[in-house]
């Protein structure tokens, strides 16, 4: 199944099977945004997703970081279209 075209949003993307679902998706051609709790974590996703996508802190405890993360989704890609947790 091809995703090309597509942008998903992974969240806990760092590492396990987020990780595992954010490749997956690249590797069908979504640009991803994956996201973590620490800093290095978004480092660490931006930097296993190239130009593919990226990785953003975001606590989904907090509004505001929800909101931010979303904000920046719609700014570089417009929209998203897939979301995993």
């Not at 990226?54 to 920046?72: C, F, M, P, Q, R």
Request: proline share 0%; aromatic share 6%; hydrophobic share 40%.
């Amino acid at each position: 199944m091809s995703f090309e075209g597509k942008v998903a949003l992974v969240t806990g993307a760092s590492r396990g099977i987020g990780r595992a679902i954010a490749e997956t998706l690249a590797a069908r051609g979504a640009k991803v945004v994956g996201t973590a709790t620490s800093q290095s974590g978004a480092d660490a996703i931006s930097a296993y997703l190239g130009d593919k996508g990226k990785g953003l802190l975001l606590n989904v405890t907090d509004a505001d970081s929800i909101s931010t993360v979303l904000e920046n989704i719609r700014a570089e890609f417009g929209r998203s279209g897939y979301f995993s947790q």
